[in-house]
């Protein structure tokens, strides 16, 4: 057998029933207050007196039996009344709720342009509307950034995908090609094969930061930097750049992971955007109730409008060809998900004699102020 669901009522025919049953409850004591009285007036009255509820001057008056039986009238003809005064009130107060729901629809069939613009007057129900109309916003911007990296993602994947087919298809075709030759193309297919994996490990770190912490741990940004900067030394002093580190405590709570990844990138960012004979310094502290890290690097001259295109997907201050820069655009993407993520706090600033400087700062100790 199957079982049939209750029937569902509308929100609106709930407002009127509780409406009409406050409006009917009111009306019955009312006839109640008014009746009752009457009535022990009427028991208390010796025989032979007129009783004072009865009105004797002006007319033949109304008797107690003529003002109860009106009172059940007035009672039984107050009910639909009271349940056609509810459903009034209940559609007048409902409206701007069917308002949202039939904008929202529209919303999410993908105009999401489409804004509730609710106005006045200023009630939950309005307020209500804003919340929504900044949560569209919100969506409206998410989708179109994904669309963007997206786009970015697939003509940066597409490049290298490219050259390889183009190199082997011209090594093939060669018929002179001798074994020379052919090494040559397999160890350019590899540098490309090697550009592509590098690109798809980006594109997991920055999708693991923005995905959120998944678990925090109790961690010194100290010691986090030195095992950071120990693998970067070497590149450091092939580049000519010279490190400088000035590391005291600062503990904070967070993904160990991501915040490596974060050290890592913004490192590598300051030694791949250098000049020769630049300087890279890396500083952690701890102020007040943060723990900061700071990256200061030379390098060339910043436009202070351009700092923040600078943490977007496949933005490059100066895009260079695939083979002469081992960057794709996405280093300081993955600083600014995985600070979003640890809901840190990001500063920025170009350097006038050329460079850059961040400031990244961590809640302190191991119960950050946000979970």
């Known amino acids: 057998m199957t079982s049939r669901k209750p029937a569902r009522r509308s ?47 002006t007319g033949p008056g109304i008797g107690l039996p003529r003002l109860l039986t009106g009172s059940a009238v007035a009672l039984v003809v107050l009910a639909p009344v009271a349940l056609a005064l509810g459903w009034f009130v209940a559609g007048r107060f409902l409206h701007p709720l069917r308002a949202i729901t039939a904008t929202a629809r529209i919303i999410s069939a993908g105009s999401l342009h489409r804004r509730l613009d609710l106005g006045e007057p200023t009630d939950e129900l309005t307020e209500l509307g804003h919340t929504l109309d900044d949560l569209f916003a919100r969506l409206e911007a998410s989708f179109d950034a994904q669309r963007h990296f997206v786009a970015n993602a697939s003509h940066e994947l597409r490049t290298p995908l490219a050259g390889l087919r183009t190199l082997l298809e011209v090594t093939l075709a060669d018929p002179d090609a001798d074994a020379d030759t052919l090494r040559s193309a397999c160890q350019e297919a590899l540098a490309l094969g090697g550009h592509q994996e590098r690109l798809v490990h980006a594109l997991l770190a920055l999708a693991t930061g923005e995905r959120g912490v998944t678990r925090r741990d109790t961690l010194d940004l100290a010691h986090v930097v030195e095992g950071v900067l120990a693998s970067r030394r070497d590149r450091a002093a092939r580049a000519g750049i ?32 250098n000049h020769a004979a630049g300087h890279v310094e ?14 200061t690097n030379s390098g060339p001259v910043i436009p202070g409008d351009q700092l923040q295109r600078l943490f977007q997907p496949f933005q490059r201050l100066a895009p260079e060809r695939h083979g002469r820069s081992d960057g794709y655009g996405l280093g300081l993407a993955i600083v600014d998900a995985v600070i979003r993520a640890h809901h840190a706090t990001l500063t920025t600033s170009a350097r006038p004699e050329g460079g850059l400087s961040v400031a990244v700062r961590f809640a302190h100790g191991s119960h950050p102020d946000h979970p």
């Open 282 to 295: 890396i500083t952690t502290r701890t102020s007040g109730t943060q723990a900061v890290l700071t990256v």
């Open 242 to 273: 010279g490190l400088a580190e000035h590391l005291t405590p600062a503990v904070t709570a967070g993904d160990p992971g991501l915040i490596e990844s974060l050290v890592a990138n913004l490192v590598d960012n300051a030694i791949r955007h």
């Open 11 to 57: 929100l609106r025919t709930r407002l009127a029933l509780a409406y009409a049953a406050g409006v009917y409850a009111a009306g019955a004591s009312a006839v109640v207050l008014v009746a009752v009285p009457l009535a022990g007036v009427h028991a208390a009255t010796p025989e032979g007196r007129p009783s004072s509820s009865v009105i004797t001057e």
